[in-house]
């Protein structure tokens, strides 16, 4: 999203990175425990919020049971939501008059070491991520970096 990775779930984001932060998306309930703990709304330009989602504090990204609490927290939020079929397919199937093909997915499991790798290879930093030494072929930025999808 909005150039940096982002995890999927049935079509919807759970989490993902920008620019220095994390972000995930919570209930209402989940969102204020986690402003109390120190979390922020996560405006991607300042003074428009994006509902439902909000950034980790530094302090929970450097704990990981805490880091894998709040990414299962957001993932099974992410999979009580509606699913969404993907915008190419919808954009198919409304061109050819046709109903919507069902789109296989494969299915993948998000840890907390690989989105410690992720952000390490988004931001350059390779200090939380445990030891994960950058790729050879590693490109300052985010560019190449794909969604995670999971179902």
Not at 4 to 19: D, K, S, T, W
Not at 69 to 95: D, I, M, Q, T
Request: glycine share 12%; net charge positive; charged share 25%.
């Amino acid at each position: 999203m909005f150039g940096y990775p982002a995890a999927f779930v049935n079509g919807n984001m759970f989490m993902g990175l920008f620019q220095d932060q994390m972000i995930v998306r919570l209930p209402e309930g989940d969102r204020e425990t986690l402003n109390r703990a120190g979390g922020t709304a996560f405006e991607p330009m300042p003074g428009r919020p994006m509902r439902e989602y909000a950034v980790l504090p530094r302090a929970i990204l450097e704990n990981r049971k805490a880091l894998s609490s709040w990414v299962s927290k957001a993932l099974a939020y992410g999979r009580s939501l509606p699913s969404k079929a993907s915008k190419g397919a919808e954009k198919r199937g409304a061109a050819a008059g046709k109903p919507r093909a069902t789109i296989a997915k494969r299915s993948d499991t998000v840890t907390d070491a690989r989105i410690l790798e992720t952000h390490a290879k988004t931001t350059g930093d390779f200090r939380r991520a445990g030891g994960v030494s950058p790729p050879s072929s590693a490109r300052s930025g985010p560019a190449g970096a794909g969604p995670l999808r999971c179902s």
